[in-house]
């Protein structure tokens, strides 16, 4: 469908996320096709407001608001093949807004898209039958600079920002076929503004089915000001927040096969949580800005560490957090800070990159990633 835009069905939309309209409101299941833009942040792109599967296709989305926005509880969309642009919008204090936001979904599929200056990737507690064979999988997406810079409402951008990542899980809780895997995320300096590229926030696969992060490649992360010396985000946290119980703590998480590279304050970390595992990971910064001069905020290449002191609060609420054969080469004020582990279960077999961290180090990872995808025949992006 090209240019239709439908009336919002009443039943069953959230008060909270309730829109008066939008360039497209799809209303029915089915397949969508076509290419439409927002003028106006508050306008969503395209409204999903029924519970029946939909998908997204082939298709180009843009505006300053949220291109794809789920309406109703319980959506089930994918979305593939697309091309989906941020713009500023030009409102002061406004961020641009996300790629895809859904609250109480019961799949979400995103696939092969190319996204560019948007907030990310959004998604809140699942609603579905959570050992479905469809429930969460974000694969083989192109994006370039997640941005969650403060527009100043004449064309640029303040200095303040907030907090979005290029993919967070934000208390979607005991889910088998999570999946997230071979996206290639790169984040430009002084024209991006990332916290975690993928927060795993509070959220957990189980036991005979974890969180699978694999084979990602990502590039970047910075403040709004990339010579600020405060800055939280970084490359893939596995585990985050202060859950009350293990129960609702971020758990049951394995990261392999990732390349980070040159992402402000850490590589792959986990905070909080249990069951959490990162291995075979290729981990490398230079610690320096291009022009050469040192990142402020830089921190360490990996951590393990109960952030919220868990481990004497709450039963299990920090337990079996490790990590093996991980190589790990991280500059922090021209010194080696590769990783810091007081509380890892287990901690083995894991490499400190030998030789300097340089630009040529960095330019080697791309040849590795190059090489990679020939050889798996993976293509990211549009197809």
Not at 105 to 131: H, M, R, W
Not at 206 to 223: K, L, T
């Amino acid at each position: 469908m090209v240019g239709v835009v439908a009336v919002i069905l009443s039943a069953g939309v959230s008060p909270a996320r309730k829109l008066s309209d939008a360039v497209l409101t799809i209303t029915e299941g089915g397949t969508y096709t076509g290419n439409w833009a927002s003028q106006d942040p508050n306008v969503p792109v395209i409204l999903v407001a029924t519970a029946e599967p939909v998908i997204i296709e082939n298709s180009s989305l843009t505006g300053p608001g949220n291109l794809i926005q789920a309406a109703v509880d319980h959506t089930k969309i994918t979305v593939r093949n697309c091309r989906g642009t941020g713009v500023n919008p030009n409102v002061p204090g406004r961020t641009v807004g996300r790629f895809l936001t859904a609250e109480v979904f019961d799949s979400i599929v995103i696939e092969n898209n190319a996204i560019e200056q948007t907030a990310g990737i959004y998604l809140l507690t699942f609603g579905g039958d959570p050992k479905g064979d469809t429930t969460i999988r974000v694969i083989s997406n192109l994006v370039h600079n997640i941005d969650g810079r403060h527009s100043d409402g004449a064309g640029g951008y303040q200095g303040d920002k907030d907090l979005v990542q290029f993919l967070q899980l934000d208390q979607v809780q005991h889910v088998s076929h999570v999946e997230i895997a071979w996206n290639q995320v790169t984040n430009d300096p002084g024209n991006s503004a990332v916290e975690d590229n993928i927060s795993i926030y509070q959220s957990s696969g189980v036991a005979g089915s974890p969180i699978r992060i694999h084979d990602n490649f990502i590039e970047g992360a910075y403040p709004a000001d990339p010579h600020s010396t405060e800055y939280s985000g970084g490359g893939i946290m596995l585990g985050d927040g202060n859950a009350d119980t293990p129960e609702t703590a971020s758990g049951y998480v394995v990261a392999f096969n990732n390349q980070v590279i040159n992402t402000t304050n850490y590589g792959i970390a986990v905070a909080s949580g249990q069951h959490t595992s990162m291995h075979h990971n290729r981990i490398v910064s230079t610690g320096v800005l291009p022009d050469g001069t040192p990142v402020p905020a830089q921190n360490v290449g990996a951590y393990v560490w109960d952030l919220n002191g868990k481990r004497a609060k709450v039963p299990k609420g920090f337990a079996a957090n490790g990590g093996y054969s991980n190589r790990v080469g991280w500059m922090k004020d021209g010194k080696r800070n590769d990783w810091y582990v007081p509380n890892a279960s287990s901690w083995k077999d894991n490499i400190r990159w030998p030789g300097a961290i340089t630009a040529v180090t960095v330019d080697g990872e791309h040849e590795f990633r190059q090489k990679k995808l020939k050889r798996e025949r993976v293509t990211v992006g549009p197809s």
